[in-house]
């Protein structure tokens, strides 16, 4: 099977040259979704063409991608808006002032626990990460405290 | 206290949030079209659940449910409960920590927990009993 990807709206897909569809089982909402790629619509095109919402599409999409029925034709992130790296910066100062020099170590962690890294990391799923780190803050004020300084880095990206 | 549901509002996918008290009594709410009886059934079965996984000693401060198409999250933090009401999964690890961080607020918000306390023991139930019973009236007597 292939690592573990989660594709974006933007994504283009091609069917892969290695395996055939008839290979595997499907279920009927995969054959549908096999039926339209091209190497050329994009996830969220497939999605409107299929009366599919973002999210469900975007699980057929891993579902035949770990299959390795379809290949990326271009790069997933496309479109996405990155996280760039100094949150990350900032994230791993605040924790430190929380928990201490090991810090860095529990953000490496939860980056490796989303299967993201710095670099490619989809400013949308903050959230998730500062929730993930602050699981390891155990006095409960502080965790409090490490998410509102957090929550404002949040704004300044303008997630919400 | 409206600033700080008005920072659970603001996310995307919110449809709206109310506190209500311990009793189920409702203290505030933004952007609901829901009326009063209909929140304090929702904020009553919450407690439900929570009393209820109390009697198990097990202490949740935190439910999450998915109820005609909308997602509900119930936070309880002393004696009130707030409730939010959502379309998206999306937002729910914003949510969480918006939740944490508005909870800690109202939580130092003396005017806010004022308004809790006198919630917590309805008087007005109290003064409506006329007449004292055997106990109350033995606790009487021991007050100098």
Redesign the interface.
Same mark, same amino acid.
């Given at each position: 099977m292939k690592e573990k990807i989660v594709p974006n709206e933007f994504a283009v897909f091609a069917l892969s040259t290695d395996k055939s569809p008839s290979e595997v089982t499907l279920r009927s909402s995969e054959w549908a979704v096999i039926t339209q790629i091209d190497g050329h619509k994009s996830v969220m095109d497939i999605a409107n063409a299929l009366a599919l919402t973002k999210e469900e599409a975007i699980q057929l999409f891993t579902g035949l991608f770990e299959k390795e029925l379809i290949e990326i034709r271009s790069d997933v992130l496309l479109g996405a808006n990155l996280a760039p790296l100094s949150v990350f910066e900032n994230m791993e100062m605040e924790l430190t002032r929380v928990i201490g020099p090991v810090a860095p170590f529990i953000v490496d962690e939860a980056l490796i626990e989303m299967g993201l890294t710095k670099d490619k990391f989809v400013q949308d799923r903050l959230p998730e990460l500062v929730e993930l780190v602050s699981e390891e803050i155990t006095d409960a004020h502080k965790k409090v405290q490490f998410q509102q300084i957090m929550l404002k880095y949040l704004k300044e990206l303008n997630i919400t | 206290m409206k600033r700080w549901l008005q920072e659970i509002t $603001? +996310?995307?996918g919110i449809e709206g949030v109310f506190i209500s008290s311990g009793r189920a009594k409702i203290i505030a709410k933004l952007g609901l079209d829901l009326n009063d009886p209909q929140l304090e059934a929702l904020a009553l079965y919450t407690l439900r659940i929570v009393a209820a996984f109390h009697l198990k000693t097990q202490k949740i401060n935190e439910i999450e449910f998915y109820w005609k198409n909308l997602f509900i999250i119930g936070r309880v933090a002393g004696d009130f409960l707030v409730i939010t009401i959502f379309t998206t999964p999306?937002v729910l690890? +914003?949510l969480?920590?918006?939740l $944490?961080?508005t909870l800690?607020n109202l939580l130092e918000d003396k005017k806010f927990m004022r308004v809790i306390k006198e919630q917590a023991a309805d008087k007005n139930i109290l003064l409506e009993k006329g007449e004292m019973t055997e106990i109350e009236k033995n606790l009487i007597t021991k007050l100098k």
């Amino acid at each position: 099977m292939k690592e573990k990807i989660v594709p974006n709206e933007f994504a283009v897909f091609a069917l892969s040259t290695d395996k055939s569809p008839s290979e595997v089982t499907l279920r009927s909402s995969e054959w549908a979704v096999i039926t339209q790629i091209d190497g050329h619509k994009s996830v969220m095109d497939i999605a409107n063409a299929l009366a599919l919402t973002k999210e469900e599409a975007i699980q057929l999409f891993t579902g035949l991608f770990e299959k390795e029925l379809i290949e990326i034709r271009s790069d997933v992130l496309l479109g996405a808006n990155l996280a760039p790296l100094s949150v990350f910066e900032n994230m791993e100062m605040e924790l430190t002032r929380v928990i201490g020099p090991v810090a860095p170590f529990i953000v490496d962690e939860a980056l490796i626990e989303m299967g993201l890294t710095k670099d490619k990391f989809v400013q949308d799923r903050l959230p998730e990460l500062v929730e993930l780190v602050s699981e390891e803050i155990t006095d409960a004020h502080k965790k409090v405290q490490f998410q509102q300084i957090m929550l404002k880095y949040l704004k300044e990206l303008n997630i919400t | 206290m409206k600033r700080w549901l008005q920072e659970i509002t $603001n +996310l995307e996918g919110i449809e709206g949030v109310f506190i209500s008290s311990g009793r189920a009594k409702i203290i505030a709410k933004l952007g609901l079209d829901l009326n009063d009886p209909q929140l304090e059934a929702l904020a009553l079965y919450t407690l439900r659940i929570v009393a209820a996984f109390h009697l198990k000693t097990q202490k949740i401060n935190e439910i999450e449910f998915y109820w005609k198409n909308l997602f509900i999250i119930g936070r309880v933090a002393g004696d009130f409960l707030v409730i939010t009401i959502f379309t998206t999964p999306k937002v729910l690890a +914003l949510l969480r920590i918006t939740l $944490n961080v508005t909870l800690s607020n109202l939580l130092e918000d003396k005017k806010f927990m004022r308004v809790i306390k006198e919630q917590a023991a309805d008087k007005n139930i109290l003064l409506e009993k006329g007449e004292m019973t055997e106990i109350e009236k033995n606790l009487i007597t021991k007050l100098k």
